[in-house]
């Protein structure tokens, strides 16, 4: 049967209607990055651009292939197909001339030949157009934008340009060859740190949670969060906190975690009593909590580590307890709902039974340990990965035979040579499956990351760093908390039009070096609080990607839904503002004082959700409100009496809620 007269297929993740050989030829593709990064993860290690332009090849082979030209809902055509073949070419070229070409490339050290600038602007072209399609065109719009402003100035391609740059903005200008070469065979350009890690650290892991998602994995830890809290007061929104952390553990993706564990919890939430709003607004909450909760936290663990020069080890570390404060905050908010419109748990009959859950899934557990263990044996995370990624199969494997040999004859299933090469076949195909998964879950950020390092290298070579930080200081009169704010709505910005992984990286070679010469922040507290605020697109409208998958699944208007993720999401905002006022929580500090530190900001995070709800006991007046409102400044104060001032209000106006409902008790008893 030919191509065109065989059924169209819809693959999932594209959102595209693909015929079949392009379904086979995704696969193919996808299979084939999967095991080149596992190779190079656990068995032989390659060059810095070995890595990143095989890589990145592939990558872009798989967008094109899985992003049709003209969009998901219009087939291919011949013209679609004609310019697939144009910029498979140019994948294939973008990779394929440094692999052949590296040393002679090296050997010219800036001083590059026309082949190499006309293949620097081949290898522009094709990225920006495959992101285009994988990510978005406002990341390709601002990658472009880039490009045009190194253009622009006297001495470049744009000269006339230059004239309507504002004088702090103004550069000299680059030739094409000069900003080519740049982005395409300089160390800060496409093939610069982001991508480097989206081609180590990132797809290894991405693999990883793939293979946990196709095993059943994200089953296991919606249901043991089930069995763990259902039976309490709006115990399905509880499950979905819980499952959202699990989750984040393994996608690392808001909009993935609200999909995932949204199908569940959220009609549960309305069953229970929720309106639909606040069900899709908690699991959009909760779901961007996972994409700051170790060990993944999206891929900003491995770009702080990589920025900063930490550890990655030292990152997973400091981040729990911020994510903690976080999903306690979401948590109580969720208890105040129920409280407020006097919910009650779900029947035990229901739910699954906690022994079953782990009788079922305990393996699933295992290979997160055997991650934890590595990192805690200062293995390099790539190679932890890789084990991962071992060890994940391996015990499917194991328990899947140990069931069919031992349990499954005893329930009439005896063990036969057809059964035998059906059970095969089926493991292969899940093999494959999680193979497949994995790399197409990565095209998106490996995107990403390519043409950040477009603008990364943009910023290198204009200066552009340290004119926005300039910018940064006169705007703010040189006041820490207008300088937050600014980064804050810069995030929600570019948030509208870049993924949470780009947005950080743009934000952070902007404004981070204003954040920690000219303000004192902390180095890594400066990432921390950038990559934190990166993922405010994710809850605050008018562009709340998760606050709009949640409203889909649960039947409510977008923007309604958006407003509730923004509330709910509050310690997004006021957490990062605690890291930089008590920085002992993140680097460190006397014992005494981190604890302090740590149980006043969960006691404030707690108190503000109180306040903002008008609830906690019973039902809070205006006055004690705006007192909590006011405390949470002193706490957040670094003074020990303020904070002690602030701490002292708070519990003043809780235990006044507590009497007044003791009260009310009282009186409805009598």
Request: aromatic share 10%; glycine share 10%.
């Amino acid at each position: 049967m030919s191509e065109s007269t065989q059924p169209p297929v819809v693959m999932p993740g594209a959102n595209a209607v693909q015929p079949r050989a392009a379904l086979w030829a995704i696969t193919l593709v996808a299979v084939a990055l999967s095991l080149f990064q596992l190779y190079s993860a656990g068995i032989q290690p390659l060059g810095l651009f070995y890595q990143r332009s095989i890589h990145l090849a592939l990558i872009m082979l798989l967008a094109f292939l899985m992003f049709p030209a003209f969009g998901p809902t219009r087939g291919r055509g011949v013209l679609g197909w004609a310019l697939d073949a144009v910029f498979f070419a140019g994948a294939l070229i973008t990779g394929g001339y440094l692999v052949l070409f590296l040393d002679e490339i090296i050997n010219r050290a800036g001083f590059w030949n026309q082949t190499d600038i006309t293949v620097a602007i081949i290898a522009t072209v094709t990225v920006l157009e495959a992101s285009r399609r994988a990510v978005g065109l406002g990341m390709t719009i601002i990658g472009l934008i880039a490009i045009v402003y190194a253009l622009a100035g006297p001495r470049g391609e744009l000269p006339w340009l230059g004239e309507w740059l504002p004088g702090i903005m103004a550069h000299r200008g680059y030739t094409l060859d000069r900003v080519a070469g740049q982005l395409y065979l300089g160390q800060e350009g496409i093939f610069g740190l982001p991508l480097g890690v989206a081609a180590t650290y990132i797809f290894i892991f991405v693999l990883f949670g793939a293979f946990l998602e196709s095993t059943g994995a994200g089953r296991f830890f919606i249901d043991l969060a089930y069995a763990a809290t259902g039976r309490q007061r709006g115990g399905p929104a509880k499950a979905a906190v819980l499952a959202s952390a699990g989750m984040g553990s393994i996608s690392g993706s808001a909009i993935a975690n609200v999909v995932t564990t949204g199908a569940f919890t959220i009609p549960l939430m309305k069953k229970l009593g929720y309106k639909a709003k606040q069900a899709g607004g908690i699991e959009a909450a909760a779901s961007t909590g996972g994409q700051i909760t170790p060990p993944l936290m999206g891929a900003g663990a491995f770009l702080i580590a990589e920025y900063t020069n930490t550890p990655y080890l030292e990152i997973v570390k400091i981040s729990i307890l911020p994510a903690v404060m976080y999903f306690a905050t979401v948590y109580l908010f969720v208890h105040i709902i129920a409280l407020k419109q006097g919910m009650q748990g779900m029947p035990r009959s229901e739910l699954p039974k906690m022994r079953n859950v782990m009788r079922d899934g305990w393996h699933f557990l295992l290979p997160l340990a055997v991650l934890v263990w590595l990192l805690m044996m200062n293995l390099s995370p790539m190679r932890v990965g890789f084990y991962a990624v071992v060890t994940m199969v391996a015990v499917a494997v194991i328990r899947y035979a140990l069931w069919y040999f031992f349990v499954a004859p005893n329930q009439g299933e005896p063990v036969t040579l057809e059964r035998t090469k059906a059970v095969v076949w089926s493991g292969l195909t899940k093999l494959v499956e999680g193979l497949e998964l994995g790399a197409r879950n990565a095209v998106a950020v490996s995107m990403a990351c390519a043409v950040a390092g477009i603008i990364v290298g943009v910023v290198g070579l204009t200066g552009l760093g340290l004119k926005f930080s300039s910018m940064m200081l006169a705007f703010s009169g040189g006041n820490l908390v207008l300088a937050l704010v600014m980064v804050l709505l810069a995030s929600l910005v570019l948030g509208m039009g870049l993924p949470v992984t780009a947005s950080y990286i743009v934000l952070i070679v902007l404004v981070g070096p204003a954040l920690t010469s000219e303000f004192g922040v902390p180095l890594l507290i400066a990432h921390l609080v950038v990559f934190w605020y990166s993922q405010d697109s994710n809850v605050t409208p008018p562009i709340a990607l998760a606050g709009f998958a949640g409203a889909a699944i649960a039947g409510s208007k977008p923007m309604e839904t958006s407003f509730q993720a923004w509330k709910f999401a509050k310690g997004l905002y006021l957490i990062p503002l605690f890291m930089v006022f008590n920085p002992e929580i993140i680097i460190g500090g006397p014992v005494p004082v981190v604890i302090w530190n740590a149980v006043i900001a969960l006691f404030a995070l707690c108190a503000f959700a109180a306040s903002l709800e008008g609830y906690l006991f019973t039902r809070m007046s205006l006055i004690p409100r705006l007192a909590i409102g006011a405390a949470i400044f002193g706490v957040f104060y670094p003074s020990l009496w303020t904070e002690i001032a602030g701490v002292v209000v708070m519990a003043a106006a809780i235990l006044a809620n507590y009497l007044a409902s003791r009260r009310e008790a009282q009186a409805v008893s009598s």
